[in-house]
């Protein structure tokens, strides 16, 4: 499941620097054989400490977690949507990542130029929301060209795709993304038709200095990406790109201390990956044995022959039931036999929908 989340940003806000400790920070990628790992494409495991425990619990031979894709977007510059700078390359890559990382500048450095003289992130944002509605504004226009002649013949889907059109075009003139609007179901599968940049999920990585990573309600600058995060309902996660690049090259021990000398808990891009992770809707569910413990990517709202797919097709294609166990209730237990003696452990069918930290032993038969 290759979904992945462009990271996006005006030059000089750290988004590089941020890719690279990704990169840096990056799964092993044979361990993942659906990849394909491109220069701009970095493979990250998803932080979770249910693995580790799960590990604990059972003593398997080798721990696989799951892996999650950022892409590296092509910088922007403002006119990106009439090609300017790498604009076409830009627009290329937002639209082929199923969710946007939008890092945006929160500190100032004399040393480090920004691109348009000052450190404004709200107005970083707007520049880039911009060129994104501007090249959706250009694809709906295209598209309400055509459809409006077969409205006017009285194509009744016709008319309804074209009321649609008209309701997205009005919002993009008024400099709104499309995920602003409020959409009946129906209009929502007619949207998704056109494959909108600005309908894409977004989280906004505030880059801060070290001093400020601390305590970010002291920098005003996050506070204001914040309030503006809210009205979309968008979250944001404060990081300091420069510190990211360090924690990636540590491990262990070595890696804990140096968080603990910093006073932070976890490190930002942990939290980024998670977020990111959630951005897109997806949940994560275990297998357990003597082998392996290793989590396993779906999307939320997976029914059980789908999420056993996951694994290899010949598991969804003789499904015949799955052996269920809640993470939280197997480690009340404290083993496979006890949860089963509890009552804990569940055979579901064809039609079960599969929730985040479920314990999966798929039966099947091909």
């Known amino acids: 499941m290759a979904l992945t989340t462009g990271i996006v940003g005006l030059p000089n806000v750290g988004k590089s620097t941020l890719f690279n400790a990704i990169t840096q920070a990056g799964a092993e990628s044979a361990n993942y054989p659906f990849c394909t790992i491109d220069p701009n494409v970095g493979i990250v495991e998803v932080p979770d400490p249910r693995l580790q425990k799960l590990t604990d619990l059972v003593q398997p031979k080798q721990t696989v977690p799951t892996a999650f894709e950022f892409t590296d977007i092509a910088g922007i510059v403002e006119g990106a949507s009439k090609g300017e700078g790498l604009g076409n390359q830009f627009l290329s890559h937002i639209r ?174 942990d939290q980024l990956i998670r977020a990111a992770y959630g951005l897109l809707g997806l949940a994560t569910y275990f297998t357990a044995g003597e082998q392996e413990v290793r989590a396993w990517t779906i999307r939320k709202g997976m029914r059980a022959p789908e999420a056993a797919g996951v694994i290899h097709t010949d598991f969804q294609r003789g499904f015949i039931r799955a052996e269920v166990v809640a993470y939280d209730d197997l480690m009340d237990a404290g083993s496979m036999n006890a949860a089963k003696e509890a009552g804990k452990v569940r055979l579901e069918g064809k039609d079960y929908l599969v929730k985040d930290g479920d314990v999966i032993h798929f039966r099947f038969n091909v």
């Open 96 to 269: 082929e990542v199923d969710a946007i990382s939008h890092v945006v500048r929160c500190f100032d450095d004399g040393n480090i130029t920004h691109v348009s003289g000052s450190v404004d992130p709200i107005r970083d944002i707007e520049v880039i929301n911009l060129e994104l509605i501007l090249a959706d504004l250009e694809t709906v226009n295209k598209r309400l060209a055509k459809v409006s002649k077969m409205a006017k013949s009285g194509d009744k889907e016709a008319k309804a795709e074209e009321a649609v059109l008209e309701k997205l075009r009005e919002t993009f003139e008024g400099e709104k993304p499309a995920r602003s609007l409020e959409l009946s179901k129906e209009e929502y599968e007619i949207v998704q038709g056109f494959h909108l940049l600005t309908m894409k999920p977004v989280l906004y990585a505030a880059n801060v200095s070290e001093e400020d990573l601390q305590s970010d309600e002291d920098n005003e600058n996050v506070q204001r990406v914040k309030a503006f995060a809210a009205e979309e309902g968008a979250e944001v996660i404060t990081i300091c790109a420069s510190i990211e690049a360090e924690i990636a090259e540590l491990e262990g021990e070595e890696r804990q201390e140096f968080l603990d000398d910093l006073g932070i808990e976890e490190a930002g891009l």
